[in-house]
């Protein structure tokens, strides 16, 4: 009976780590198709079916996407632009959820919900209104103060770090009243450390959710300096032909700045998404 438990147990584990290896093949797929793309030549790019390993490394390609486009601008502009709303997501995240966390107002809940109502509203309702407020009404086009502007606050950052603060014992924020620890003081020696896990979530999702926009951006840039990656890629191609090899060159540039915040940030975010899975 032992022997058959083990052999069970074995034939599960070989089971889920085939399956979960085929999802990462598919899920890592594109990526590496897209990486062979950006160093193959014209000519292996038409080939038909495509191949899976390059027949040679034409680094020629990465240099022609920087010639097409200016690449490192737009990448300094989404860097800012994704920095500013990382930032502000972060600080007002963190104000706002502890006020619904800690303190106690009339209608507390009420607000609450009609704060996270917002996230329901889909953001194709609100770019004409975010439109005519920028552009016609404050005169932000072609800035980053337009670009940033609507993104500020976030409902979902707030949620994300109330339901964290609200898991610090109600004891602890007492017992620092009582000594003497202003709100402010609580929040940024006592809240912010404990929700180290959630913020470093928040900025990971923060970041990537503004550096992919592509709609808002081209709304509000005319400017080719203040343009970013996403919309920066639309220049990487001929006039006559589309060239998928610079293109995907481009892309993988792009993608650098992602990767290196994932590697820097994949603990906290790990720690994050499976704060309060377990209990005890």
């Known amino acids: ?18 399956l979960l290896a085929l999802m990462a093949v598919l899920v890592l797929f594109p990526l590496y198709q897209a990486v062979v793309t950006s160093l193959a030549s014209e000519a292996d790019v038409s080939n038909y079916p495509p191949k899976l390993f390059p027949s040679g490394f034409r680094f020629q390609n990465f240099a022609d996407a920087l010639t097409l486009a200016p690449l490192p601008r737009y990448l300094l502009n989404s860097i800012i632009q994704s920095s500013i709303v990382t930032l502000s997501h972060l600080i007002l995240a963190c104000l706002a959820a502890y006020a619904f966390a800690f303190i106690d107002f009339p209608f507390k809940n009420f607000f609450f919900l009609i704060f996270l109502s917002t996230m329901m509203i889909p953001w194709e309702a609100t770019i004409i209104p975010n439109y005519q407020t920028i552009v016609n009404d404050l005169h932000l086009k072609d800035n980053f103060l337009g670009l940033t502007l609507p993104y500020l606050a976030t409902a979902f950052g707030t949620f994300l770090l109330r339901q964290y603060f609200l898991s610090i014992p109600k004891d602890l924020h007492d017992a620092a009243t009582i000594d003497g620890c202003g709100r402010l003081r609580f929040l940024l020696t006592i809240a912010v450390p404990l929700a180290r896990p959630a913020l470093g979530t928040l900025a990971v999702f923060s970041f990537l959710q503004t550096y992919n926009q592509y709609f808002w951006p081209l709304l509000v840039t005319n400017d080719k300096n203040m343009r970013t990656v996403q919309v920066g890629l639309a220049l990487l191609q001929d006039q006559e032909r589309f ?12 993608l650098l700045p992602t990767f290196i915040l994932f590697i820097i940030g994949n603990r906290q975010l790990i720690r994050g998404l499976t704060a309060g899975a377990v209990k005890g």
């Open 1 to 18: 009976m032992s022997r058959a438990t083990n052999f069970r147990t074995v034939a599960q584990q070989v089971i889920l780590y085939t």
């Open 243 to 254: 060239l998928w090899n610079v293109v995907m060159a481009g892309v993988v540039m792009i």
